[in-house]
């Protein structure tokens, strides 16, 4: 399976009384996906479903996911990809998708780092996800522990 981790884009700062979940993207976070993922899709990004955190500036980034990849199905809200969410949660919800051959996950930090270092079966290792980079893990089996390849990464700094 192809695993492509997403973080969102850049939000705007909350304003006084608004929810940290109600935050939304700005007009240059949404350009800096536009970007990323203009370039993944010209390297064969195709995802066959499409996850998201439930905040906002989440689940924007994977309507614009779904739109630049051309992607006809719909986004679909997981608990599992909230910021402070475990990598082995996030892993035992990837392991039920049995049916997808390719799936994007667009979330936060800092499970967004943490999750690849788990999927690639070093926990320990640090991975630098910018706002609005792309990851992709290919993992061949589903196995109780992760065992993934890094095949590339995407930052809007290398999509310019």
Do not use: N
């Amino acid at each position: 399976m192809q695993i492509y981790l997403l973080r969102h884009g850049t939000a705007e700062e909350a304003r006084t009384g608004q929810a940290d979940a109600d935050r939304a993207l700005t007009q240059e976070g949404q350009d800096k996906l536009r970007r990323v993922l203009r370039r993944a899709k010209a390297a064969g990004a195709r995802p066959s479903s499409i996850f998201s955190s439930p905040l906002r500036r989440a689940l924007e980034t994977a309507a614009i996911a779904l739109e630049v990849l051309e992607h006809t199905g719909k986004v679909i809200e997981w608990h599992a990809l909230v910021p402070q969410a475990s990598p082995e949660d996030l892993w035992q919800e990837i392991r039920q998708r049995t049916g997808d051959s390719a799936i994007l996950l667009a979330s936060h930090e800092p499970l967004m780092s943490t999750a690849a270092a788990h999927l690639l079966g070093s926990p320990a290792l640090q991975v630098d996800m910018k706002k609005a980079a792309l990851v992709r893990v290919d993992c061949e089996r589903l196995g109780r522990d992760p065992r993934g390849v890094l095949k590339w990464m995407l930052t809007p700094g290398v999509c310019e």
